[in-house]
């Protein structure tokens, strides 16, 4: 059996062969270390995705690709059986105690260098603990009530309210629900669109949240990628021309309000002009009644109707739904979201269920509960004025950001309606991954967010610009060309910077 000393390194240590009760701590533990998290292992790849390297780098340029799916036993806690006298020893119960300890330091460290991910890390919440003794479930239609009594659909509809009036639909006009997430939504008004238009055909751009592909593969819709600007929005030239190649075919379009997908296309914060899109619509022979729009605002839909020079997202124009997250501007600390359609269009998709005395038209079945709440306590708490002070807080130092990188000669860019900033890659993946960068090729990007400071930005711009003296430090050795992925001007490189 593995001594108490061994197991009580680390809260990420093999418990594998762990079968007993721990035993008592040893005096010196110290339950508040941060235990760090390892990197996920490296291979060599001959795919040449990171070319632009000069010889010299080689080796750095190869050791790019992440192996997934490999490294979660090495950190595992397993769960281990306690003995029959533990209930009088207790040593469980302190054990656990000193994991959740040292877990908490170690969400603590991690939140102070929280850059690359548009989470608002800003937030309590500790008014709501009393609630979490109750398993809150929202079964069903958020607007009818069920047989199932511990719901919280009274915060729902509250809070789908509040939406409702940002997006300017009536309340007798709308149908929406909490979702668990950004991509619930997305796949939730894809599905209206589908079903509103069985035989229709789904345009996206090819820089569109990954979830947007994802419920074309799920719904087997015949799926059209169209090309985008530098910016990363979507080009309605290409748009058009694809258009009219189908206009057999009624439309069903996701527009990007924040094209932010961290996992897999782009990281450039880019917002697609809904009103181009309409016209584009319109010019291609589309009437209103033969296309669905849906809007996927996941980060930027909830900051957008503050900023003044921003395309207004609103139901008095033919759009057929609008998501957004409700962990990321908002702050929530759960993942969850909000989705919003036209009541009109939600016939087609309700069923009633005899079960739950109710209608379900949601993709899930049982929904968190707790997240409603959450949501209607930080929208009563901070209201329409306190969230325009965030947006034009984040604005103002994605600004600060971007400039300060420039200035230290290194690329950058930022979109004008933006607080996403894209930046050259660092060099060093330990670099990245202390600062929780999202990458893509040899683009990275910060996302300024409520809790992201002016302190915390020179803690990193200062960081960056001493490891960028040591990484090119030899002249063989340079900073990469990104000028193809934020454009020549933005581009900082030995070819461009003149």
Known sequence: MVGSSELLKSPFSDFENVAAAVKIMPEDFDPTAVVPEPLPPLVLSNSGDHADYDDGNEAEEKKREIVLGRNVHTTCLAVTEPEANDEVTGDKDAFMASVLARYRKTLVERTKYHLGYPYNLDFDYGALGQLQHFSINNLGDPFIESNYGVHSRQFEVGVLDWFARLWEIEKDDYWGYITNCGTEGNLHGILVGREVFPDGILYASKESHYSVFKAARMYRMECVKVATLVSGEIDCMDFKDKLLANKDKPAIINVNIESLNTAGTTVKGAVDDLDLVIKSLEESGFSHDRFYIHCDGALFGLMMPFVK???????????????????????????CGVQITRLEHINVLSRNVEYLASRDATIMGSRNGHAPIFLWYTLNRKGYKGFQKEVQKCLRNAHYLKDRLRDAGISAMLNELSSTVVFERPLDEEFVRRWQLACQGNIAHVV??????????????????????????????QPPCIAAEIGAESCACKLHKC
Request: hydrophobic share 35%.
């Open 309 to 335: 020079r921003a395309p207004k997202v609103s139901f008095k124009k033919p759009i057929g739904s609008v998501s957004v997250s409700g962990h990321k501007f908002v702050g929530c600390p759960m993942p």
């Open 448 to 477: 300024v967010m409520p809790n992201v400071t002016i302190e915390k930005l020179d803690v990193f711009l200062n960081e960056l610009v001493e490891k960028r003296s040591t990484w090119y430090q030899d002249e063989k050795i």
